[in-house]
């Protein structure tokens, strides 16, 4: 939607589509650290543990 112009601001951007952004002249990526965790946590009581 960014692309085509249906929209104005999206967030987050996943990582994976960030450097093809980054190539477009009609869009402004703006990058900044943050404070956002993403953990996945696991069951290692069970089998295969």
Do not use: H
């Not at 249906?6 to 190539?23: D, M, N, R, T």
């Amino acid at each position: 939607m960014l692309q085509t112009g249906e929209a104005q601001f999206a967030f987050p951007i996943p990582y994976e589509q960030a450097a093809l952004l980054a190539k477009n002249k009609n869009l402004e990526l703006v990058a900044s650290p943050s404070i956002m965790q993403r953990y996945i946590s696991m069951n290692v009581t069970q089998k295969p543990f």
